[in-house]
């Protein structure tokens, strides 16, 4: 627990309400929030140890092509969007408005994603709906889906069919382990469309897609950031969050978070800056701020780190999806996004970003980029000239859930609401959240579970 030795006021610098740490999506949602409290919260500080404001959502500027990391998509309708309204004309793909997603299979053929019922099923045999069929009732007779993630998707759609679609491997890759050491939890908050379209309702509905022509429902707009990068997307919210008083520090190394007599706590700066606040509220990883605080970190509360891939490409790429996931059994690369199907082509070249998880072996972005071309070729996708631009190496880029991680994270979460220190987000709360949408409704629903005030 921080200390709280005499003294430690008197050494304070700078006097804060609330200091926000972290300045992603979630760090950015609460410091609109608690800003808007006024005096209920204090005089807000928002601090990032990153150089630029936004989190991982960082993108890269390489040789005139504009290469992205973390979140490329985003609705119109995000509630993040409710707290700066003035990003939204910002955003591009304002006309066009929708993407597309595909994938390829263990077959090394392309498919829809994440899944094709008629190909994948009917379109094998008149057997293999049987030998699904059969698999998917094992699963639920003789599995728990509670024990986890992968039995959580044999419980449902039968091991034969998580085999052959190539879900299995995917969810290997994602995390880096094998999914029989990954929680449920993940499987229950993350991979819900599994179980909703595995039961009679949402097989039926299936079905009648296929067999009904009918107009699609009318979905918000996917947006994707500026061309010039997050920044001057990210700037605009932070000059916004300014205009209403609220300070931002960018570059602000942690090195101690303490306990502060009768006034909440110090937090010290590597530059030797003390910092006094009432309250902390934290959206960095867990294993950031337990240490800090001088508190053990649990074994389990282990985060992915991400090698992303630049690269360019001449000619015909052989296929017309923006996004591309990679279900085979093959390679470490996880997802491919198309930059120049909104940006437009750089020196005649389309260019894209690939995502690898890192696993400690042949992690050297030429042996990925190698691997990559080599399953690509094999599908018949990008013929022509492909260049490895660059490349972008990602610590702490989302939880890993092994068993047990779940139980850790909230133990741990716990321990820090006990000395006044709230925790959440992505990275703050151990929780895979795939869309600022999830990261901003989290933010508000946690900051309203508990008001602004000293701890």
């Given amino acids: 627990m921080p200390g709280t030795g005499d003294g430690v006021r008197d050494s304070c610098t700078n006097t804060w309400g609330t200091i ?14 608690l800003t808007a409290r006024g005096r209920a919260a204090g005089p807000v500080l928002l601090l990032d140890e990153y150089p630029e404001i936004g989190g991982n959502h960082t993108s890269v500027a390489i040789n005139g092509y504009s290469f992205d990391i973390g979140s490329f998509f985003f609705s119109e309708n995000s509630p993040f969007l409710a707290h700066f309204p003035d990003l939204l004309p910002r955003y591009e793909n304002q006309d066009h408005g929708t993407y597309s997603v595909a994938r390829i299979t263990p077959k090394i053929k392309l498919a829809a994603y994440p899944a094709d019922f008629k190909n994948d099923v009917f379109g094998q045999g008149i057997t293999m709906p049987l030998r699904y069929l059969g698999s998917a009732l094992y699963g639920r007779i003789f599995l728990d889906e509670n024990r986890s993630a992968e039995d959580f998707a044999c419980y449902w759609i039968g091991e034969r069919f998580f085999r052959d679609s190539g879900l299995r491997f995917y969810m290997e890759r994602l995390f880096g382990e094998n999914p029989a050491g990954i929680e449920s939890c993940f499987a229950h908050k993350r991979m819900r469309w599994v179980k909703r379209n595995a039961q009679i309702g949402g097989l039926l509905k299936t079905l009648a897609r296929h067999a009904v022509q009918h107009s699609p429902k009318p979905r918000s707009r ?3 950031r500026p061309r010039a990068g ?3 997307l990210y ?8 205009a209403q008083g609220t300070e931002i520090r960018l570059g602000a190394k942690l090195t101690r978070i303490s306990g502060c007599a009768g006034s909440g706590f110090q937090i010290e700066l590597e530059d030797g800056t003390g910092l006094a606040c009432r309250q902390i509220v934290s959206t960095i990883p867990l294993s950031r701020t337990l240490p800090l605080c001088g ?21 015909d790429r052989g296929f017309a ?9 093959e390679g470490q690369w996880k997802r491919l996004t198309m930059h120049s199907d909104f940006y437009g082509k750089v020196h005649g070249r389309e260019y ?21 071309k080599m399953l690509v070729r094999k599908a018949g996708l990008f013929p022509g000239d492909l260049r490895l631009e660059g ?31 709230l925790s959440f987000g992505r990275q703050g709360g151990f929780d895979y959240q795939p869309t600022s949408v999830i990261s901003t409704i989290e933010a508000k629903r946690q900051l309203n579970a508990r008001p602004a005030g000293p701890p």
């Fill in 20 to 33: 926000v740490l972290g300045a992603g999506t979630s760090g950015l949602t609460a410091g609109s929030i």
């Fill in 222 to 224: 996917q947006l994707v």
């Fill in 230 to 232: 997050f920044p001057s």
């Fill in 235 to 242: 700037n605009v919210a932070a000059d916004r969050l300014k």
């Fill in 295 to 315: 508190l053990p970190t649990p074994d389990q509360l282990r985060a992915a780190s991400l090698l992303t891939l630049f690269i360019s490409t001449s000619g």
């Fill in 321 to 329: 999806a923006n996004v591309l996931f990679n279900f085979s059994e």
């Fill in 352 to 372: 894209f970003s690939v995502e690898c998880i890192m696993n400690g072996t042949g992690d050297a972005p030429a042996a990925r980029f190698g691997e990559f």
């Fill in 391 to 421: 490349h972008r190496i990602t610590d702490n880029a989302y939880p890993v859930y092994r068993q047990g991680a779940t139980a850790a994270a909230e133990a741990a979460i716990a321990q820090l609401r006990r000395i006044g220190i």
